[in-house]
C-alpha cells in the first residue's frame, strides 16, 4: 500500500459526473510501416471462428443490456440514429502503407477520410490517413523539423497527437489544452520537431477509442544522428499491434456519439491485427538481422509478442536504447507503448508471430525465411550484448533519486454508479455486491486474469459492455491533496526539475485493471516497482502499472508548456483518467 508522508485531504467523489464532460474533446491517432506481420489463416481465427472460440472473448452489440439506450414511445431505440457510420458501400479500397523519407524543413500533406477494408473476409468502414491502415511511417532524422497539414475529411471532429515526441506544447494536438478542435473539413498545419530517435506514433486525440479501432494510427521513426547508436541491421520493419471489434455477422460493433461504452475494462476486440492486417506475413533472407520497431496501438489490449524458433535481442524503449541490451523470449506491450527488438533469422522456413498469454497463444502473423543467404550478415555483432553505460539509468547524477521519497504520489481507482448497471451482470465472473451495495470481485478470477495483475481477455463481457463514460468515472487521485483528474492543480514544475513520483494501483476499487500511463510531451524513467530496483532503466513516456502495483518514476521535466497525464487505455482517459501539468 502507497502512502504519502502527509495525511491526504478526502477524496471528492464525483461519482454521477458525466466523464466524458472530464475529457472534453481529447482523443487519439495511430501507426505503422510498410512491411508487417499479418496473421496466417492456419492459425488465425476467421469472423465466424473468433466470435464463438474460447481463444478470444465473445464481443456482441447486445444493446437490450445496456442501460443508457434511449427508448421511445415505439420502443424503437433512439440511441441507435447516433452511432458513427458502420457502411462500406462506396467507398476507396485502403491503399498498402507507405514510408515516407523526410528532411529538416519538408512539409507533408495529409488526409484523414474514410476507406473500406476487408477484415475477417467481410469489408469494413474505416477511418485512414492518406489512405491506408496504417497511415504512413514518417522517417525524420533526429532534430529534424517538418511541417504536417492534416485535412480532416472524415466523419467527426479530430486532431493530431504525435504520441512520445517532446514536441512543443502548441502542436501537441489535444482539444481544450494545447488547440482548439480540428473540424470536419478543415486543415490545420502542426509544426514538428523530433529530438530523440526511438519510434513514435501518431493519433488523434479526439474520441480516441473510436478513432483507433477505426484505423487512424501511423508510425514515425526517429533515425539518431550517432550512426553507432544502435546496432547494425540488415533492414528495419514497423508494425503495429492492435485488435478490432466484430460482431457475429462480421461487422464492426457500433461507437456511438454521446457515450463511450466498455468503459470499464476497455474494448477488448476479438480480431487480432498486424499492420491492420488478419493476414500480413513479411520474408527475409537467411542471415538477415532485422530490426522490429513494436508499437501497441489497441484501445486496451496488453500484447506480449514472440517469435518461437529465432533469437531476439531488446535494444530499444519508448525514447531511445536501452543501457543494458538483452536477450528475450518474449516483448510485453501495453497500448501506447512502444519497443525496439532486433531479431536474427539464421535458419530458413516459416515462423509464426505469436502474442502468449498465461494460457493461450494466439497468432498475429508469420515470416518466411528464404533459402538464399544475405549477402553481407550481422550475425556477429548481433550475438553481442552491449552495455555502453552512456544513457539515462547509468547516469551516476541520477542515484540519489533512487532512495529519496517520493514529491508525488498518485493513486489510481475507480468510481462507478452501480444503481444504472444491469442487475443480470451480478455474479458474472466472479461478481458480488458488498453490504455497502459496491460491486466487487470474488477471488477467483477469470481464466485469463493472471497473478501478474493483467487481465488479458476482457473476463466481465457484459458489465463492460453496459459501463459507459456517463456511470464509470476512472480515477487519478493526487494522495497529498485529495484532488482528481482534470481537479488537480498543483502539479507546476520548472523546467529542468526531476520529479519523483509514485504510482498506485489501488487493488481495493470496484474492479481493480491494470492500466498503461502516459506524459505528454516529457518522458521518464521508471526507477522501481513494489520496491524492487529497475536496473536497466530506459526513457519512457508510458508505463505499464499491473492491479495492486506501485511504481516509481522520475519525470524529466525538459519541455515547458501545459501538458496532459493519462490512462492509455482509451476509455478510461475518455472517462476522466486524466490530469493535467504544466513546466514553466
Not at 511511417?137 to 523539423?145: A, P
Not at 477509442?209 to 501511423?218: Q, V
Not at 509478442?305 to 529465432?310: C, M, Q, S
Not at 493519462?566 to 472517462?575: N, Q, R
Request: a neutral charge; charged letters at 20%; hydrophobic letters at 40%.
Amino acid at each position: 500500500m502507497c502512502t504519502p508522508p502527509t495525511k491526504c485531504a478526502p477524496v471528492n467523489l464525483i461519482l454521477g459526473l458525466r466523464a466524458s464532460a472530464l475529457f472534453v474533446p481529447m482523443v487519439f491517432l495511430g501507426l505503422f510501416g510498410p512491411e508487417g506481420l499479418a496473421a496466417d489463416p492456419a492459425h488465425v481465427d476467421h469472423v465466424a471462428a473468433a466470435v464463438s472460440s474460447d481463444d478470444l472473448h465473445t464481443v456482441t452489440a447486445d444493446h437490450e443490456s445496456c442501460p443508457m439506450m434511449d427508448r421511445g414511445a415505439n420502443g424503437r431505440d433512439k440511441s441507435l440514429k447516433q452511432r458513427f457510420p458502420l457502411g462500406a458501400k462506396g467507398l476507396p479500397k485502403a491503399s498498402r502503407t507507405e514510408t515516407i523519407s523526410l528532411n529538416s524543413g519538408d512539409v507533408i500533406e495529409m488526409e484523414l477520410a474514410p476507406v473500406k477494408k476487408k477484415i475477417g473476409g467481410r469489408w469494413l468502414r474505416m477511418l485512414a490517413y492518406n489512405g491506408s491502415v496504417p497511415g504512413p511511417t514518417l522517417r525524420v532524422r533526429q532534430g529534424g523539423k517538418i511541417t504536417l497539414r492534416l485535412r480532416n475529411r472524415g466523419d467527426t471532429e479530430t486532431s493530431l497527437h504525435t504520441h512520445g515526441v517532446r514536441l512543443p506544447n502548441a502542436f501537441d494536438g489535444v482539444p481544450g489544452l494545447t488547440q482548439k478542435t480540428q473540424r470536419i473539413g478543415e486543415t490545420l498545419e502542426y509544426r514538428l520537431e523530433f529530438p530523440d530517435p526511438g519510434v513514435y506514433w501518431y493519433h488523434p486525440h479526439v474520441r480516441t477509442d473510436y478513432a483507433l479501432a477505426s484505423g487512424l494510427y501511423g508510425a514515425v521513426v526517429v533515425t539518431p544522428t550517432d550512426t553507432s547508436y544502435w546496432p547494425p541491421v540488415n533492414r528495419e520493419i514497423v508494425l503495429a499491434l492492435a485488435d478490432i471489434a466484430l460482431d457475429p455477422s462480421g461487422d464492426r460493433i457500433p461507437f456511438f456519439k454521446e457515450f463511450v461504452d466498455h468503459a470499464l475494462m476497455g474494448r477488448f476486440g476479438n480480431s487480432l491485427l498486424t499492420n491492420g492486417d488478419t493476414d500480413h506475413r513479411f520474408a527475409v533472407k537467411r542471415g538477415e538481422v532485422v530490426r522490429l520497431y513494436l508499437t501497441n496501438v489497441a484501445n486496451a489490449r496488453v500484447f506480449n509478442l514472440a517469435i518461437p524458433g529465432v533469437r531476439m535481442k531488446q535494444v530499444g524503449a519508448d525514447l531511445g536504447r536501452y543501457p543494458k541490451e538483452t536477450w528475450v523470449d518474449s516483448v510485453v506491450l501495453a497500448p501506447g507503448e512502444r519497443r525496439v527488438v532486433d531479431v536474427l533469422f539464421d535458419r530458413p522456413g516459416h515462423y509464426p508471430l505469436q502474442h502468449r498469454t498465461p494460457n493461450k497463444t494466439h497468432s498475429l502473423g508469420s515470416v518466411t525465411v528464404n533459402q538464399q543467404t544475405i549477402s553481407r550478415s550481422y550475425a556477429k555483432a548481433f550475438s553481442l550484448l552491449r552495455t555502453e553505460g552512456r544513457d539515462a539509468g547509468n547516469n551516476a547524477a541520477l542515484e540519489p533519486f533512487f532512495s529519496i521519497e517520493p514529491q508525488k504520489y498518485l493513486k489510481l481507482t475507480l468510481d462507478m454508479d452501480h444503481s444504472l448497471m444491469e442487475a443480470s451482470t451480478i455474479g458474472e465472473h466472479g461478481l458480488h455486491r458488498m453490504p455497502d451495495g459496491t460491486l466487487m470481485k470474488h477471488a477467483a478470477m477469470g481464466e485469463e486474469e493472471s497473478g501478474d495483475g493483467i487481465e488479458w481477455e476482457d473476463t466481465m463481457a457484459t458489465m463492460n459492455r453496459a459501463a459507459t463514460s456517463k456511470t464509470v468515472v476512472w480515477k487519478m487521485v493526487d494522495e497529498i491533496t485529495g484532488k482528481e483528474n482534470m481537479a488537480i492543480e498543483t502539479w507546476n514544475f520548472t523546467q529542468g526539475d526531476k520529479i519523483k513520483i509514485r504510482l498506485f494501483n489501488d487493488p481495493n476499487g470496484m474492479h481493480p485493471m491494470y492500466h498503461p500511463i502516459h506524459f505528454h510531451g516529457q518522458r521518464f524513467l521508471v526507477l522501481a516497482t513494489n520496491g524492487v530496483r529497475n536496473t536497466n532503466p530506459a526513457w519512457q513516456d508510458t508505463t505499464l502499472i499491473p492491479q495492486g502495483a506501485t511504481v516509481d518514476i522520475l519525470l524529466d521535466a525538459s519541455n515547458p508548456g501545459k501538458w496532459m497525464a493519462h490512462c492509455h487505455i482509451v476509455e478510461h482517459a475518455e472517462s476522466g483518467m486524466m490530469l493535467p501539468f504544466q513546466v514553466k
